[in-house]
């Protein structure tokens, strides 16, 4: 199974969590949270026009890992992480969230990245973490 040319578009995020988690947690609480797992490959995804309303530090904006999904059955669930080629992010505008929404990128190795991503447009957002074989479009 392939996803590609999947669309976000005209989104309203009201309010994140209530608890507080970190991005590396297995259900980290986030605005998006894009998890290519079992082997399957993303393609092409674009987010466009989400709006806040409510955040606060310490909100994650952004999570992406690829990784293997470890729970589940035997049917659906592979120890194999999934790869991500091309990510656009596109006119979002995050609210004051004294210090900035994180952005975290964790590709679980080299042969699993996450490539081709792109903000256009984005404001607001704090600091970018990326660990494994992650690469940004200019």
């Given at each position: ?104 990128f964790t590709a679980k190795d080299d042969a699993h990245p996450i490539l081709g991503v792109r903000f256009e447009d984005v404001t ?15």
């Amino acid at each position: 199974l392939v996803y590609r040319d999947l669309l976000f578009r005209d989104v309203d995020i009201l309010h994140l969590a209530l608890r507080k988690t970190r991005p590396e947690e297995y259900w980290a609480n986030c605005a998006i949270y894009i998890q290519p797992a079992n082997g399957q490959p993303m393609y092409d995804t674009l987010y466009e026009d989400i709006r806040f309303h409510e955040v606060g530090p310490g909100d994650i904006f952004l999570n992406v890992k690829t990784m293997a999904i470890t729970s589940g059955s035997k049917r659906c669930c592979t120890d194999e992480a999934g790869t991500l080629k091309g990510l656009v992010l596109r006119n979002i505008h995050l609210p004051d969230s004294q210090g900035g929404m994180n952005v975290n990128f964790t590709a679980k190795d080299d042969a699993h990245p996450i490539l081709g991503v792109r903000f256009e447009d984005v404001t607001g957002y704090g600091p970018v973490t990326k660990s494994g074989k992650v690469e940004f479009h200019e």
